[in-house]
């Protein structure tokens, strides 16, 4: 036996059969503006305007909004001579501009005063860098004075645990990185002197390192 | 009227959930409202219309189970396209809802039919005018009280009480004849 409301059921269905698998509609743009409207009016919170946005249009969004992001900090770093790129663990440092920088290292830079405490242990000199380290007598610990062509010159700083911070070198634009790890250098210089890139690195606090930078004078 | 409708959907949850109806079922709507209108433009129309009234009454939609949920829809996406047909074709139909009558209690929902005559009724029904249909179906396949029908039918509730007394009537009627 049958109920009425299982009659009415089956009315339903078959009345509607034909509309089961319909064809895919496209609404016009008018018509998707008021669907908005109808369920996210303006007196919603940006939260729930943006449960109304696809999946694939967030994806888009954000994309878009990092690539802005990493743009502009590349155009802020670049201001300073250095382009950097934030990776997930470290920043990748390069120069914005190598034209006209001597492709070979033609002269090289000195510390005319070596620290207390500290001998000369080593240089090393080759055609596109230079480098002078200095050994701390107590510690043994090195201190490093590095020169390089501008040209392909990128580094690799980390960024979990140090900081990079902008400074400047006799008018020159700088990056100071302060870090945390004890079995590397605690504090290291860079700059663009036009010429050169230059790295000062050791166990000395910010202002110890700038008056080491300021100080170096070039060979005779 | 609109601006009332937009604030009623008051969680995000409702908001979303009827995105997701919307979504899953709009070509089918779409189609249901171009079956009568045959222009798209005004079949779009009639599915925004539809949704608009599920907005301003969405605790009946959100009260039923999901399966009944494209029914209630269904019913309430082709009367809105029954409804702009007539004022475009400026027709006058049979006005169920002027009909003056005494609108007695009759019940019908208890009765079980044998396998005859409920196909038979099933063809009779089918053939109601779909006005008095979409009461019965709302009233009594998804138990929506009358205050709710008028809403979804865009009608009075007095309308939507007098739709479903007819629809019955015409179902007693029937089933007197037959015995």
Redesign the interface.
Known sequence: ????????????R???AE??N????L??H??RK??K?????K??SC??DW??VSPRKRIIIALMIIAFMTAGITAVAAANGFGRKEHRDNTEVFLTNVENSPKTIEYMYYLPEIPDGYSFNERISESTADITIYTCLETGRGMKIIQRVKENYKSYFDNEHALLEDIEVNGHKGLYLKSNYTDLASGIIIWDNMDYVLEISGDFDKNTLLEFARSLKIRN | M??A???I?ET?EQ??E??DF?KIN???F???AY?KLHN??DA??A??DM??RI?DKPNNFYALPNDKRV?YA?VIVKNIANGMLRNKLKRSTESFDEYNEIISEIS??E?????EV?RE??EY??AMPEAL?DA??LK??YGINFSEIAKALGITETAARKRLYRAKKM?EDFLEERK
Not at chain 1, 2 to 10: H, R, W
Not at chain 2, 111 to 115: G, I, K, S, V, Y
């Open positions: 036996m049958t109920s009425l409301t299982d009659i009415l059921g089956e009315v339903y078959l009345d509607y509309f089961d319909p064809p895919k509609h609404f016009s008018r018509s008021r669907l409207k109808i369920l996210y009016p007196s919603v939260k729930a449960r109304a | 609109v601006s409708a937009l604030a959907l995000d908001r979303n009827l995105a919307y709009k070509n089918r779409y189609r249901i079956s798209w433009e779009e129309d599915v925004m949704l608009e907005a029914a269904t019908i929902e009765q079980f039919f044998n396998e409920a009724l099933m029904i089918r249909k019965l179906l009594i396949l179902i």
